[in-house]
Structures are given as structure tokens and as C-alpha cells.
């Protein structure tokens, strides 16, 4: 059986772009494949979160994954700094890693831009992290959103790398996944770019139904086609987006429809787009309140998520650490 493993930040909460771009497909792999999905409290660490807040931002996670349906009967669900083993092939694989190549990633670059303050080498390795997350497991598929296609590229090309100078076949090279598609790249209500958790943009699964219903109907629009089968701007085809992603098929021919004869309202668009984000996200929201609360049930998801990780994980790194030429005295 093919392995699957996948992660989450632990910063903020789950919005769309998680839910739409990976989560779901998490949930739908669970009953064909073994599957590994934990909540990368490292990598969190690169923007420096206060320790009094760490353990929130993990815990917020792991309860909204289990809210969306990920069951512990069927995946290991772990916490990333659980497993040791992921640090030490972090230190291995950072060997075979070249600086250019970690530069030239969209990722870094971006957050060089973003937050040039604080340019640190955690943020330069980030896909090696990543990599080793994925290679320690020798996953074979790995369910993500369109953002994070370079990475999986990277962790071939280090699966690759590695297994050509120790001469050995011990990592299969990872493969984005997407059920039945490409990734998806869910967009914000702003108007540009994707939905994240630093942009403001987003909906979140915790939102209750007013706050959904105002953050949509703030979404930004123009005044509406003057003529017919025009093309859309990029605002309204990030709406067209989201409804085709939550909505039916026939609502989305209805509304495209409305768009090409000029007789669309944009506020009954609006309404219906965020009628249907309830109805996938308000039932989640209500198990993320019931599952909060229950500190022995999430340390139980937890330990025995931790138990598989590392039998895992572990093996895989007997195997690595002799084909480097580790041997004990
Ligand atoms: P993170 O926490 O930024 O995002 C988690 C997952 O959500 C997807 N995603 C989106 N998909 C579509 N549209 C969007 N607007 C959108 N926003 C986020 C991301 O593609 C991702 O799948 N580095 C990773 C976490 C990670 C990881 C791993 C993932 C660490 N190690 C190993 C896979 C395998 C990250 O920061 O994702």
C-alpha cells in the first residue's frame, strides 16, 4: 500500500485555501492508503511565535483536523516535534542542499520581501524540513495546495540526490497530489492572489455564519459587465472560483449564465457563495467546540499518532544513517 503523509503550520486557524487545497483530500485518502498527517509546529517557528502561544497554535490544529473528519483509527495524526528522527535527516539532507537552489525558491524569496528583518537560515531550509517531513516516511504521495508544488519538486530532487551519492534506492521520490486534478489554488476575497493566513483574506473554518456572511459580502467586486460574454476581471473570478469549488454545478451555470447577459447581481452571487461555505464549514465548526475541550481524547490522538510516527520514522533512519557509514563502537 502506498504511504501519504502531509502537514499544516500550526499558526492560526484552517481557512478555505487548507481546507480546499489539502485537507479534504487528506480526509478522502485515509481509507486507501497509510497515511501520516501531522501539524508542523518547526516550521512555525520561523516567524518566532511566543512560547506562551506555541502549544495554542499546535492544539488549534489538531482539533480542526479532527473536526474535518481526520480519524485516528485510520491515519497516524502526530505533532512534527514528536519525532525527533525528522530533525536528524533535516541535518543530513541540509548536506546535499545548495544554497543557490534553496535562494531561487518562490517561497524564500517572498519572505525575504516580506519579512526582511528576519531573514534566518530556518527560512532558507524550509523545503529541506519539508523534504525530510516527507522523506522520513518515504511517502509517496503528498496531498498539497498549488503553493506548494516548488517544494515537492525540491524533496524529489534531494530523494533523487541522496539516493545516487550512497548509491541506494531508500527514498521514493514524493509526488504532489490532487484528487482526479491539479492542485487547487484557492483565492482570497480581496480581489488578488491566493486565500492565506497572513493576508487577511480569508475564511476561516471556526468563522460562524454572520462573520461569513459580512467577510463575503465585503469581497471586492466592480460594477458588472456592460456587455455580453465579457471576460471577467480577476476579482470576479476569484468569486466564480470559490462558488465552483463550494457550490453545485448548477448554481455556478446559473450565476456564469447571469454574468454573460448582464443581468447579474453581484449581492445575490455574494449570498449564495456564502450560503454554501456554511453549509461545508458551520457543521466542522460546531465539532471543533465539542472537540476543544477534551484534553484526554486529543493527548490519546496524539500519543498514538507519535507511537506510529516514530516506528516509522525511525526505520527509515536505521536504514539512512547506514548508508552514510554511521556505525556505533
Ligand atoms: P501551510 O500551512 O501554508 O498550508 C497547508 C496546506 O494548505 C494548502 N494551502 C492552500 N491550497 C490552496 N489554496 C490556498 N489558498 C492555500 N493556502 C494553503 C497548502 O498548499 C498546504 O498543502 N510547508 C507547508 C507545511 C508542511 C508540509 C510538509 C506539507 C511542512 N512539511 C510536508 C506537506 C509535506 C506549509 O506551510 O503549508
Not at 263 to 280: E, F, P, T, V
Request: with cysteine.
Amino acid at each position: 500500500m502506498e504511504t501519504v503523509l502531509s502537514g499544516i503550520r500550526s499558526t492560526g486557524h484552517l481557512h478555505l485555501g487548507n481546507y480546499f487545497g489539502a485537507l479534504r483530500n487528506y480526509i478522502k485518502m485515509q481509507d486507501e492508503y497509510n497515511c501520516f498527517f501531522f501539524i508542523a509546529d518547526l516550521h512555525s517557528l520561523t516567524t518566532h511565535p511566543h512560547p506562551a502561544d506555541f502549544h495554542a497554535g499546535v492544539k488549534t490544529i489538531l482539533c480542526e483536523y479532527l473536526a474535518s473528519g481526520l480519524d485516528p483509527q485510520k491515519s497516524a495524526i502526530f505533532v512534527q516535534s514528536d519525532v525527533p528522527e525528522v530533525s536528524e535527516l533535516y541535518v543530513l539532507l541540509n548536506m546535499i542542499a545548495y544554497k543557490g537552489e534553496l535562494e531561487r525558491t518562490a517561497s524564500f524569496k517572498e519572505k525575504v520581501r516580506k519579512q526582511e528583518d528576519n531573514v534566518n537560515a530556518g527560512l532558507l531550509t524550509y523545503p529541506v524540513l519539508m523534504a525530510a517531513d516527507i522523506l522520513i516516511h518515504r511517502a509517496h504521495k503528498v496531498p498539497v495546495g498549488k503553493d506548494q508544488e516548488q517544494h515537492l519538486e525540491m524533496a524529489r530532487v534531494l530523494a533523487r540526490r541522496f539516493n545516487n551519492m550512497y548509491g541506494t534506492d531508500v527514498f521514493p521520490e514524493p509526488q504532489a497530489f490532487n484528487f482526479g486534478s491539479d492542485l487547487v489554488k484557492v483565492p482570497g476575497l480581496d480581489g488578488s492572489g491566493k486565500m492565506g493566513k497572513s493576508e487577511g483574506n480569508g475564511v476561516y473554518l471556526i468563522d460562524d455564519e454572520k462573520t461569513i456572511h459580512k467577510k463575503v459580502m465585503k469581497a471586492v467586486t466592480d460594477s458588472g459587465p456592460t456587455e455580453p460574454n465579457s471576460k471577467m476581471p480577476d476579482s470576479i473570478e476569484n468569486i466564480f472560483t470559490l462558488l465552483k469549488i463550494v457550490s453545485t454545478p448548477d448554481t455556478v451555470a446559473h450565476f456564469t449564465e447571469a454574468y454573460n447577459n448582464c443581468s447579474i447581481r453581484y449581492g445575490d452571487l455574494k449570498k449564495q457563495l456564502a450560503a454554501d461555505i456554511c453549509k461545508h464549514t458551520l457543521p466542522i465548526r460546531e465539532r471543533i467546540e465539542e472537540i476543544y475541550n477534551d484534553e484526554a481524547y486529543l493527548h490519546n490522538v496524539a500519543k498514538r499518532g507519535r507511537e506510529l510516527a516514530r516506528e516509522s520514522a525511525s526505520a527509515t533512519l536505521r536504514e539512512v544513517r547506514a548508508v552514510v557509514g554511521f556505525k556505533s563502537f
